[in-house]
Nanobody, 122 residues
Framework: QLVESGGGLVQPGESLRLSCAVS????????IAWFRQAPGKEREGVSC????????NYADSVKGRFTISRDTANNMVYLQMNDLKPEDTAVYYCAADQIRMHTLNPRLYGHWGQGTQVTVSS
C-alpha cells in the first residue's frame, strides 16, 4: 500500500514536501517514483529513486527544483518541491515496483497510491 500526503495550495515560488508511506511489501530491489497528472494531460514521470542504493533520476522539467529522498527505517519516500510554478499544478502519485532500474514510464509500475493534489496559484 502506498499513501501520499503533503499536497496543498501554494503560491508560485513557494515549497511543499510530499510524503509517501509504503507498507505491506518488502522494498528490496524496488524503484519508488513520483508521477503527476494535470487535468486533460497524460500522467508524467517526475522523479524516481532506487530503494537499495538511493540513486535518483529526474524529469528535465523539475531538475534543480525537486529532490526525491527515502527513509529506509520508516519506509517513507519524500519529494521536496521548491520554487513551485503554476505548471506544477497536478495530482501527484507515488508508485513502486520491482523494476531494478531508473524509469519514469508509468506502465512499468504496478503499485500506486491514491494521489495528492498540488495547486500552485497566486
Amino acid at each position: 500500500q502506498l499513501v501520499e500526503s503533503g499536497g496543498g495550495l501554494v503560491q508560485p515560488g513557494e515549497s511543499l514536501r510530499l510524503s509517501c508511506a509504503v507498507s505491506g511489501f518488502s522494498l528490496n530491489y524496488y524503484v519508488i517514483a513520483w508521477f503527476r497528472q494535470a487535468p486533460g494531460k497524460e500522467r508524467e514521470g517526475v522523479s524516481c529513486i532506487l530503494w537499495w542504493g538511493g540513486t535518483t533520476n529526474y524529469a528535465d522539467s523539475v531538475k534543480g527544483r525537486f529532490t526525491i529522498s527515502r527513509d529506509t527505517a520508516n519506509n517513507m519516500v519524500y519529494l521536496q518541491m521548491n520554487d513551485l510554478k503554476p505548471e506544477d499544478t497536478a495530482v501527484y502519485y507515488c508508485a513502486a515496483d520491482q523494476i531494478r532500474m531508473h524509469t519514469l514510464n508509468p506502465r512499468l509500475y504496478g503499485h500506486w497510491g491514491q494521489g495528492t493534489q498540488v495547486t500552485v496559484s497566486s
